[in-house]
């Protein structure tokens, strides 16, 4: 605490306790406001339309931050103006969804975002809770997963787990770097054929490496591949149901 905040008289402190309890009062309002209009919208939508329950972040190094965000994008997607609009609405209504630790430090989030006049919004959440909780060298360890990342069973299952490292990657990567990445450990057969076709992208090296493979004696059937497809999530575009080669973004 600020030496010049510190109470130097029995008014003092009395005047320094009412402050901290009107924090405390401003911030049980907000929270029992984010409980409302969650119960709302959920009283909102018929039984079939609900989603499941967005997971608490309980902040720690194996949970996938990204994908966080992005299920309580997802959840709260009839939101999206509240999400986009530049105050604290969105974060409050959200931040029922952190388990303790991260509830605590956004407990001071609050007072220090208070203190300074900032807007709590849902991109200075995002961007402060990366801050606190992701390691400063969270890149690099991401480019060193990638590297190490080898294909052992179904070339469907390499795909997957390299999308669900490439899409926690903030710092963006050049075509020919995520082209590195994807194709050094594939199946010799299969990274030879890259090789000798000089895909430009790492859509273009998916694509190649999927049709190569099927086209592999007891390859990947179609059967398997549509089945893989519908629980596979697009790097482009967040979606689940198709990759980054067939999304429906491209060339818009």
């Known amino acids: 605490m600020d030496p010049s905040a510190t109470p130097q008289t029995f008014g003092d402190m009395l005047q320094f306790f009412a402050q901290q309890q009107a924090q405390f009062q401003t911030h049980l309002q907000e929270q029992l406001a984010a409980q409302n209009a969650r119960f709302e919208t959920l009283a909102m939508k018929p039984p079939a339309a609900r989603k499941a329950e967005p997971p608490l972040y309980h902040g720690s190094l194996n949970e996938d931050l990204e994908l966080w965000f992005f299920t309580i994008e997802q959840f709260y997607a009839d939101y999206h103006r509240l999400m986009a609009e530049e105050s604290a609405g969105f974060v409050t209504m959200v931040s029922c969804h952190l388990a303790p630790t991260p509830m605590n430090w956004y407990r001071q989030f ?16 995002k961007a402060a ?46 075509p020919l770097e995520l082209r590195f990445y994807f194709q050094q450990r594939l199946r010799s057969e299969t990274s030879n054929h890259l090789k000798e076709h000089h895909p430009a992208t790492l859509d273009e090296a998916i694509e190649l490496a999927l049709r190569f493979d099927h086209s592999l004696p007891g390859g990947s059937s179609s059967t398997a591949t549509a089945d893989w497809v519908k629980t596979a999530q697009c790097h482009r575009c967040k979606k689940v149901g198709h990759i980054a080669p067939q999304c429906p973004t491209l060339g818009k």
């Not at 609050?110 to 300074?116: D, G, L």
């Not at 294909?151 to 050049?174: A, R």
């Open 110 to 125: 609050v007072a220090e975002t208070n203190r300074a006049g900032t807007v709590r919004t849902w991109e200075n959440f």
């Open 129 to 174: 809770l990366r801050t606190r909780f992701l390691p400063p060298d969270n890149e690099y360890t991401l480019r060193e997963k990638l590297c190490k990342l080898t294909q052992m069973g179904s070339l469907h299952d390499y795909i997957g787990n390299f999308q669900n490292i490439l899409v926690q990657c903030q710092v963006p990567m050049s």
